[in-house]
């Protein structure tokens, strides 16, 4: 489908797309007034604000298990009410679950969409800023992302886990009200021009960070301001540069003494 071919025709109200299309073009589908959309097992790319204005687009059907699609544009879904991800397969919605071989989501993918529960494939490598809103519970952030947007995860969540890949967190990447646990899987803390969240919720949060860690995190801005940062010997302390050596005296999975003090 090319670039703007259906974009704000008003009386367009459903859509099937081929089960042997490869490609959905920039603004293909802007502005119309489909409720919901299959996106085909076939579909490698959604080209940058394909579906986005969309205001009456809250169900969004795609292949969990074998999806072909690799690059989600820039505002894709932007400011599209999606509230409900189903399983093509399985016609289930558990979760939001992303399609096993994507790679990079671009800025406001799914600004305006209510994600809930979120899961991520093994493949994913890039999140953009302003991608996921109105996220719960769990965010887990597989090994192979490399780069995390601003304001990339907003919502009620309450736990985020990093995995050994990332290499790049932009300031305020996380927007968050409450309190809540942050598990990073690196050894050495990330160079942030600013905060981790987007409102200095920090300070409402509990760091857990590999074994032989604490002393780097505790020296570095602003992985110091988090309400209090302990040890965990179930996480993983390499980066890509390999395993880091920290405080030889630490080898509890929390400081004895900040556990008398909780």
């Known amino acids: 489908v090319g670039d703007n071919a259906f974009t704000t025709i008003q009386h367009l109200a459903k859509v099937d797309l081929p089960n042997t299309l490869a490609k959905i073009g920039k603004k293909a589908f802007s502005n119309i007034l489909i409720s919901e959309i299959i996106i085909p097992k076939s579909v490698i790319e959604i080209g940058d604000y394909a579906f986005s204005d969309c205001e009456y687009l809250e169900t969004l059907y795609w292949y969990d298990d074998n999806s072909k699609l690799q690059i989600l544009g820039k505002g894709a879904f932007m400011n599209a009410p999606i ?6 397969t ?9 399609p096993p071989s994507l790679v990079s989501i671009g800025d406001f993918a799914f600004m305006g969409s209510i994600i809930r529960e979120l899961e991520m494939n093994d493949k994913l490598k890039m999140i953009g800023n302003t991608v996921f809103t109105g996220v719960t519970g769990t965010i887990v952030i597989p090994n ?17 886990v990093i995995g050994t890949g990332l290499k790049s967190l932009a300031k305020a990447a996380f927007s968050n009200e409450g309190a809540g646990e942050m598990y990073v899987n690196l050894g050495i803390p990330l160079d942030i021009d600013g905060m981790v969240f987007a409102n200095g919720e920090e300070a409402q949060w509990n760091l857990y960070v590999p074994n032989k860690c604490k002393t780097a995190y505790s020296g570095k801005s602003p992985w ?3 309400k209090a940062i302990y040890e965990d010997s179930s996480l993983d302390g390499k980066n890509d540069e390999g395993e880091i ?18």
Not at 148 to 159: D, H, V
């Open 90 to 98: 399985t016609n289930s919605y558990p979760k939001f679950k992303l």
């Open 83 to 88: 509230t409900k991800k189903i399983n093509s």
């Open 224 to 226: 110091n301001k988090f």
């Open 144 to 160: 192979s992302v490399e780069s995390i947007g601003g304001l990339a995860f907003e919502g009620p969540f309450s736990k985020v």
């Open 245 to 262: 050596e920290g405080d030889e005296e630490s080898n509890t999975n929390i400081d004895e003494e900040e556990l008398d003090n909780k």
